[in-house]
């Protein structure tokens, strides 16, 4: 007698199933070669970086250095410690690493295990083998977290530094949609830990550990060397000095104005340079540049004589360079341009512009701009305002009825702003939790710039804690989460502001590079 149609038909299905299953754990030879590949490309780099950040900590002792005993003493214990740290955490995840061979069926004297083992991964790394205890990979990233919190309490120059190292504790993107929910209810090192290890052949892990390691290795190399820096700032022999000046134009019309910059070549601030033109003494800059404007006047060829008196900081002697800017005023023949403020439009700001020289008069202009730029009737006649959407070269095309003629100016952003914090724009230091948080609204302003009061706005940014909590927030203002925690912290301990991003004056969300470092006290 024929067995039942319904069971045999189960059982088929269960079989599939198993199947199924079985072909989908068989991960290929191949993908785990280029991981084993992976894992040997780290270790090489790894090692390098090693002997790198050592060749570093020896130079603070070489001989050029000597004349920098002070800067060294201060300098090169924080770059010792940087390492001290970056060698404890690389460890941590090395033993790590020894674990996780040894759950994948290692065994003494034995050098081999199972590189495509998927559980091994996931009991150590994700659920943990005692499941009292932390699992491995969230271990991993509050060891990490802890260690950028460390490195920021070595100095507050270094903490601003910690913001922009390679060690990114952000969450992975999941991309499998069903697991999201689950993943997204588990607190932040397990949801890190899962998405990065869970059912990973064990050859892969190894690989991100690797990776992990090969973050603290750069970060290692970028602090020290930055601590290097620190020290060696000002030793520059210079041999040769010569006077550089140069005028914004050749030739200009009357009325225009000229401009001369002057500068010191190879300048330093030891040279302690002052600067004259034609007898007057003109005030140099914070950027080591002296800045001369005059009126053109009539027509005809000019000359202005630049003197510059410094002091030779390799031998110790007053010195003197000296030349000449020569340019031509002519009188203007058809229609010309000048823009009113620089050589330069800047996109999504207002750019003034003059044009001359219209057979008619100002009234018989015609002006258009190209396709990524706007002109508008500016605030008198011949004055145009110039509205850019994006960088590259505006053309305005002039016509009087006479005759027409274009004019390309190159356009580009507005330069990257800084940040501060609150009406004194503190960027860094020790502070009161009342202070950091009244009324706690991060700033971006740009500082000498042609145009005055432009705006830009911050739009996120993310707090580090002590605890080795990070919170994000949108918008300029620490929201209500921040707040509580400032207020909560105690002395001593360090609020890092960093992945701080802004809006241009065009829309566009930028990131910018600085940090912010505070201690509270």
């Known amino acids: ?288 540049k002296a800045l001369y404007k005059m009126v053109a006047s009539a027509p005809g060829d000019y000359s202005k004589r630049v003197t510059i008196n410094f002091i030779n900081p390799s031998t110790g002697a007053a010195e003197t360079r000296s030349t000449d800017v020569k340019f031509k005023v002519v009188t203007p023949t058809g229609l010309s341009l000048s823009t009113d403020k620089t050589r330069v439009f800047y996109a999504g700001l207002q750019n003034p512009i003059s044009i001359s020289g219209a057979a008619g008069g100002a009234g018989a202009l015609k002006v258009s701009a190209s396709g990524n730029a706007s002109v508008s009737p500016g605030s008198g006649p011949g004055n145009y305002i110039v509205t850019v959407s994006s960088p590259g070269t505006v053309t305005i095309n002039v016509s009087d009825g006479k005759s027409s003629k274009s004019f390309n100016i190159p356009a580009k952003d507005v330069p990257t702003p800084k940040v501060g914090v609150n009406k004194d724009f503190r960027t860094y230091g020790t502070i009161t939790a009342d202070a950091l948080c009244g009324p706690g609204v991060i700033s971006a302003i740009l500082n000498d710039f042609v145009f005055e009061g432009v705006n830009f706005q911050v739009t996120s940014f993310n707090v580090q804690f002590d605890d080795g909590i990070s919170v994000s927030n949108g918008g300029p203002a620490f929201n209500g989460q921040i707040r509580s925690k400032i207020k909560a912290s105690l002395s001593g301990d360090r609020i890092l502001i960093y992945n701080i991003n802004y809006k241009t004056p065009t829309g566009q969300i930028k990131p910018l590079t600085q940090g912010l470092s505070f201690d509270i006290y």
């Open 1 to 288: 007698m024929a067995l039942p149609k319904e069971p045999r038909q189960k059982m088929i299905n269960i079989m599939y199933l198993v199947l199924t299953a079985i072909l989908a754990l068989n991960v290929s030879s191949e993908i785990l070669n280029a991981f084993q590949t992976m894992n040997d490309s780290f270790a090489k780099s790894n090692a390098a970086l090693k002997t790198r950040s050592e060749v570093i900590l020896s130079e603070f002792d070489s001989e050029q250095n000597k004349a920098f005993a002070e800067k060294v003493a201060i300098w090169k214990p924080k770059a010792q410690k940087v390492a001290e740290l970056s060698d404890q955490a690389y460890l941590f995840i090395e033993n790590i690493k020894k674990e996780l061979k040894m759950e994948s069926g290692l065994k003494a004297p034995d050098t081999t295990f199972k590189i495509d083992d998927l559980e091994a991964t996931t009991r150590l790394l994700v659920e943990g083998k005692d499941k009292t205890k932390m699992a491995k990979g969230e271990e991993i990233y509050n060891m990490l977290t802890k260690y950028k919190a460390d490195l920021a309490k070595i100095d507050p120059l270094l903490a601003l530094k910690v913001g922009g190292i390679p060690v990114d504790l952000s969450i992975p993107k999941l991309y499998n949609k069903e697991d999201e929910k689950t993943v997204k209810s588990l607190s932040v090192p397990r949801q890190w830990a899962t998405i990065y290890f869970h059912m990973t052949p064990t050859i892969a892990a190894l690989a991100l550990m690797s990776k992990f390691q090969n973050d603290i290795r750069n970060s290692q190399t970028q602090l020290i060397d930055f601590c290097y820096s620190q020290v060696n700032t000002t030793f520059i022999q210079l041999k040769n000095f010569d006077a550089i000046a140069s005028a914004n134009a050749t030739t200009v019309s009357p009325g225009e104005e000229v401009e001369i910059t002057a500068v010191l070549g190879s300048y330093n601030s030891d040279a302690k340079p002052s600067i004259s033109i034609d007898g007057a003494s003109v005030p140099m800059g914070p950027d080591g």
